[in-house]
């Protein structure tokens, strides 16, 4: 929708943006939620965009997606073999409730800044044990846990000013082995619960990465493969305040859900099942 | 900086904070639609580079140096798009304002995307068709015929306007630029029930741009309906276009005018408003007790108890109820809610006003011109020929544009500054302002005999009519459907429909009979299962028959005929289809697999006056013309009145010109509701063309000296026995003589028949998740005679689809200050495509109608018997019962689960099928 109160866009901001940041700014990336609804309290759009930051750079280190890829390349990235992100960079991006046209504009950035409980690219960048680089209005950067970003639905640890630079796949991530599940009230709806359990190959370990039905994501780390009931109360002992109320569902189906896909997950990776 | 689009470039530069629709449209290209303005919907879908977007949420300058494609640029007509023309020919769409965003995203397919349709079309949203007809088209499969001359009734003919709406030229009302329109925004209450202490314009009035600020002290001050009916004494007269008590959140205080909308946002945001709050109440049944908050005084004789919040209640009782549950073998009784959802129309509500020679002309998306018309006439003293009302083609309206809404505030606006006035609903506004269906909690005890004969029939309703009684009455009166439907010499009905504070209920397709249908039929199913007797069996028993009365609320004369075994019919049709199709396995383990019906009869006109004037004129172009008010909608009664004139004059639909829905050119319609726009308006247009037949055959009879009878209409002229005359002939003949082909007829909603119909469902239910899977659908349905059978097959999918949202997903969620949490299309979830099965829609062999041809409208009651059939099917295959609406996996699982524990294998065939 026209955004009414916006006076100026920054079309061509500097390499390194942000030091006259001032009230009523915003950066803009896809802008695909951005223009989704009113922003009555905005009057500056700064388009990151056209820094052109290099989308995917894979190397031996692991993945670097800079934070305005577009949602289009990292599907189209996400080649069966490459590791297991051909599974999970698919099917996160297949669990945005918005349409491939949108991910034509959306970016993998300002999905993880909106900082939605829903966010698939939360998920799928604290499942694989990513880092942020987040740069400060005053030229700093510091690099912080993905799993530390969001606090809150619609929270998260960025400062005024502060962007998401980066996010860091580290490879023996890369390498790991995974199962995801995930559940909608709609049949390609809004993730009401979003997980995903992943092991070091040759390994019995399990990192359980609860999302969507929290209002932040949950990590559950296992140096070896718990049995169903360690599992299961790995899950009751999150804070009932976590559990996330929307019209996506209910914090009581959430916890419900989350335990039995949890206990799929831990069967499916036990069993050697999918990579 | 240049934009290019459809290969034209354009030196115009966007606001800053433009998006690429808008700017499409200030560049003309109107076929670029909104339905949602936030990217949920689709039909704003255009190509940047060949890629296609949502261009609403994409920023216009980012179009800059690109090439964009709108709906305009991939074909015209005549010259259409393979996919434009797959659209037109499948057909794929009903009202057609989705059309546009789904082409241009169809035609941009991969042929990957072609075979997962359920995720490349996830991005649009159609209201109407229920996605097989677009399912159709994408895949190229075509579904029209061509008539021959005077044999278009009975046959799938397309829309008049079908190659316009594939291309993206046909006009709907926003469609259009005005020099100097100004734009009108609203201020909405937060508050449920407050009191107006004072109102400042200053700050808004200073803000550049604005010109008007209008509170409750510069509106005429009297109380009108919103509703539309011919009768309007049907309604309470409550509401006031703008009024000093706000009794919901999201009702108007304020509007303001300004040369943009941007300045008429920023003085909205401007305007001070001081509230005093006031106690609300949210519930109806708290709303009549003593002591609640009182939402409305004594001025109205309509409202039946004030102090209660009472608007309106109905007590009757036939027979003697507590000797017929005397003699029951078997009582049910349970209590059945549906709950507050919305017609969700791809268009959203807008109306255009202008001053022209003194005249108020306003541009309109309504189902009603004529009477919107005679609203605006009596709100502003004006006399009824001061005032033009008109619709361009509407983008659907379900009933929630039977509703004057918008029409008073830019009919207010133009009337005092004398320039054009555009106000366009967004979509928020379409969930916390505009009309919703009414809750109603339905308390239903049944007594049977052993055999299933039912010997009581009690009902308490209780509808919750929001802040106004827009259609509160007559939707509390049309719950009788769902009381008539059964034989029983022993009924009880009390109804009560109640001033809450929250948004008013309205009309939806269903009319008050869809939530009673909810509760009867799955009362009767309850019932069915006590008795151990089948459940389509249990309805055979009991529903009305040829020559039974149709008893609801009162037993005597009636207008209402049932002439054929329709209902019966239907429910053997399902009967068989869902006995044929019982062999699909489960969709894996943890499935629970169960199959729910349920039946509902509609009558197929409103008992309140409905009225429709048709006018035919043969041409000197040799041209038929039609005008009829029936406004277009997707309901596809345009279609139908072509087809019928053209099959009455001896014709083909090419040759009929079509006038609507504008009541400077077509005489007086009552509106496109309650099936009337086929039943009522077709029989108009079915008795003019008929006179204009006659007196064309009787002048050339005359003429050629043969007997009248012997005289028959072809194509392009009459043919008398051996002899024969052109049109052309006929016509110089006639002017001749000083006579002319011309006619005018009115019909009247009067005597009726009734719709009947029977929905089947089988479902598999998650035991753990409670998501619920469609595995079959089906509905009969009794369409009488036929005037178009793939528009008949489209309105059931469309409906079933519908109804399928309202029973699966669709919610309002209200906080407990009574704000609606979901005001948008991504949280308030409309089907999509991957949400809806394909729906076997059988026809039953019938001609038991007074309507044209002895054809009946089945648009709306297709809706009634989904949720029902849905819930019963769900008690089926779990072995639980649910009887509050929405059945949604978090409403569901937590019973389940307690039935897992509880009742490790349920007591029912399919799911004793599935644990061996």
């Known amino acids: ?89 698919t099917k996160s991006c297949e669990a945005f409730l918005s349409s491939f046209k949108v991910w034509n504009s959306a970016t993998v950035g300002g999905n993880i800044c ?26 700093s950067a510091r690099t912080v846990d993905a799993l530390d970003f969001v606090t809150g639905d619609n929270q998260n640890i960025l400062t005024p000013g502060e962007i998401l630079r980066r996010i860091d796949i580290p490879a023996r991530a890369l390498r790991k082995r995974a199962a995801h599940r995930r559940f909608t009230l709609t049949r390609l709806g809004r993730s009401t619960v979003f997980l995903i359990g992943t092991q070091t190959p040759g390994a019995s370990d399990l990192v359980l990465t609860v999302t969507a039905g929290t209002t932040r994501p949950v990590r559950i780390a296992f140096d070896t493969m718990p049995d169903a009931r360690t599992l299961q109360q790995s899950i009751d002992v999150i804070p009932e305040e976590v559990w996330f109320a929307d019209p996506n569902g209910t914090p009581d189906h959430r916890r419900h859900l989350t335990k039995h896909f949890a206990e799929e997950i831990r069967r499916e990776l036990m069993a050697g099942g999918p990579a | 900086m240049t934009y290019v689009v459809n290969g034209k470039s354009f030196d115009e530069e966007p606001a800053p904070g433009q998006c690429l629709r808008t700017f499409l449209r200030s560049l003309g290209h109107y076929g670029v639609k909104k339905g949602c303005d936030a990217g949920d919907c689709g039909a704003c879908t255009v190509w940047l580079d060949g890629d296609p977007i949502h261009s609403c949420i994409t920023p216009a300058y980012r179009a800059e140096g690109r090439e964009v494609t709108t709906i305009e640029g991939i074909g015209s007509p005549g010259e259409l798009h393979p996919m434009q023309r797959q659209f037109r020919d499948a057909p794929g769409f009903q009202c057609g304002f989705c059309t546009a965003g789904m082409i241009m995203t169809s035609a941009a397919f991969t042929e990957t995307q072609k075979e997962n349709l359920p995720q490349a079309l996830k991005g649009n949203l159609c209201r109407c068709t229920g996605y097989r007809g677009i399912e159709d088209a994408v895949k190229g499969v075509a579904g029209l015929a061509t008539a021959a001359p005077g044999k278009a009734v009975g046959t799938s003919v397309g829309a008049p306007a079908a190659d316009d709406v594939v291309t993206g030229r046909a006009e709907f009302t926003m469609d259009t630029h005005i020099e100097g329109m100004l734009h009108l925004k609203v201020v909405h209450s937060p508050h449920a029930h407050a009191r107006i202490v004072s109102i400042d314009k200053t700050a808004a009035l200073a803000v550049p741009g604005v010109q008007r600020v209008y509170t409750w002290e510069d509106v005429p001050r009297k109380r009108f309906t919103t509703a539309i009916h011919t009768d309007h004494l049907v309604d309470p007269d409550d509401t006031f276009i703008l009024d000093n008590t706000v009794r919901f959140v999201g009702q108007r205080v304020v509007a303001v005018l300004a040369d943009t909308v941007r300045a008429a946002e920023e003085g909205c945001r401007r305007v001070d408003v001081e509230y005093e709050v006031i106690p609300a109440v949210f519930d109806p049944e708290e709303a009549m007790a003593d002591g609640a908050p009182q939402l409305h005084g004594a001025h109205d004789s309509f409202v039946r108890d004030p102090v209660h919040n009472i608007l309106f209640e109905i007590h009757s009782h036939i027979g003697d109820i ?83 809404i918008s029409e008073d505030l830019v009919a207010l606006a133009a009337l005092d500054t004398g320039r054009p006035v555009c106000f366009e609903y967004t979509r928020e506004e379409e969930f916390t302002t505009a009309s919703t269906r009414h809750p109603m909690t339905l308390t239903v005890k049944l007594g049977a005999k052993a055999d299933g004969t039912l010997t009581a029939f009690q ?119 869902m006995a044929r199709t019982d062999n699909e396995p489960p969709p894996g383990s943890g499935w629970l697999v169960g199959a729910g019906v349920a039946s509902s009869v509609h009558e197929t006109a409103p008992p309140t006056e409905h009225i429709s004037e048709a006018w035919v004129t043969l041409g000197d172009d040799l041209m038929y013309e039609l005008a009829v008010g029936t406004v277009e909608f997707g309901e596809g009664t345009s279609t139908a009145h072509v087809q019928i004139a053209a099959n009455q004059l001896g014709t083909t639909p090419s040759r009929i010109r079509l006038v609507q829905s504008d009541t400077d050119r077509t005489g007086f319609d009552t509106g496109a509701f309650a099936s009337a726009g086929l039943f009522v308006a077709g029989n108009a247009v079915l008795r003019a063309a008929n006179a204009v037949r006659d007196r064309i055959l009787e002048l050339a009879a005359a003429h050629m000296g043969v007997r009248l009878a012997m005289c028959s209409m072809e194509e392009t002229g009459v043919v008398c026995g051996d002899q024969r005359m052109s049109l052309a002939e006929l016509v110089a003949l006639a002017r001749a003589r000083g006579v002319r082909f011309t006619a005018a007829r009115k019909a009247y909603g009067s005597p009726r028949s009734v719709t009947s119909n029977t929905q089947g469902f089988r479902i598999a239910v998650h035991r753990v998740t409670g998501e619920i899977r469609i595995l079959y659908s089906v509905q009969a349905t009794d369409a009488a005679v036929v005037i178009n059978p793939a528009q008949v097959r489209g309105q059931v999918e469309g409906g079933v689809a519908q109804g399928i949202g309202f029973t699966l997903t669709e919610n309002h969620h209200v906080d407990a200050d009574g704000a609606m949490s979901n005001p948008n299309l991504r949280n308030y979830r409309i089907p999509t495509y991957a949400d809806i099965p394909r729906t076997d829609v059988l026809l039953v062999d019938s001609a038991d109608s007074f309507g044209p041809l002895r054809s009946k409208g089945i648009a709306e009651c297709c809706i009634n018997p989904v949720a029902p059939a849905l819930a019963n099917a769900l008690h089926d295959a779990t072995g639980v019962r649910y009887r509050a609406l929405p059945l949604t996996p978090e409403r569901i699982y937590s019973r389940l689960n307690q039935l897992n524990e509880d009742q490790p294998v349920p007591r029912n065939r399919a799911a004793e099928e599935l644990s061996e």
């Open chain 2, 459 to 577: 009902v308490r309703n209780v509808s919750n009519t929001g802040a106004y009684g827009n259609h509160g009455g007559e939707t509390l009166h049309a719950g009788g459907a769902a009381v008539m439907i059964y034989r029983c010499p022993n009924k009880k009905y009390d109804a009560f429909s109640v001033y809450t504070n929250t948004i008013p209920g309205g009309a939806l397709r269903g009319y008050g009979m869809t939530q009673p249908a909810f509760a009867v039929e799955s009362a009767m199913d309850e019932l069915a299962r006590t008795l151990h007797i089948d459940p389509l069996e249990l309805r055979r028993r009991n529903i009305v028959r040829p020559g039974d009365l149709l008893v609801a609320m009162h037993d005597g004369p009636e207008d209402v005929v049932i002439a054929e075994d329709g209902l019966a019919k239907c429910i053997d049709l399902v009967a068989d289809a």
């Open chain 1, 1 to 89: 929708m026209d955004l009414n109160t916006i006076t100026e866009v920054v079309r061509r901001p500097s390499g390194r943006p942000g030091a006259d940041w001032r009230e009523g700014d915003t950066w803009l990336a896809g802008g695909t939620w951005l223009f989704s609804t009113e922003q009555p309290s905005l009057r500056r759009l700064i388009d990151l965009t056209a820094l052109h930051w290099d989308p995917l750079v894979p190397s031996d280190a692991g993945l670097e997606i800079g934070a305005t890829c577009t949602i289009r390349d990292l599907y189209a990235f996400a080649r069966p073999g490459v590791g297991i992100a051909g599974t999970l960079f």
């Open chain 1, 114 to 139: 909106l900082s939605l409980p829903a966010g698939p690219m939360i998920t799928l960048t604290v499942a694989l044990e990513a880092t942020y680089e987040l740069w400060a209005p005053d030229g």
């Open chain 2, 322 to 404: 507590d000797a017929g549950f005397a003699e029951a073998d078997v009582i049910h009784e349970g209590t059945y809610s549906s709950p507050r959802v919305q017609h969700a129309h791809l268009e959203t509500h807008g109306s255009i006003a202008w001053m022209d020679n003194g005249r108020l002309n306003v541009r309109t998306s309504s189902q009603s011109p004529s009477i919107a018309k005679g609203k605006l006439a009596y709100l502003f003293a004006l006399r009824p020929d001061q005032v033009r009302v008109f619709c361009k083609r509407v983008g659907g309206g379900f009933g929630g544009k039977q509703e004057v």
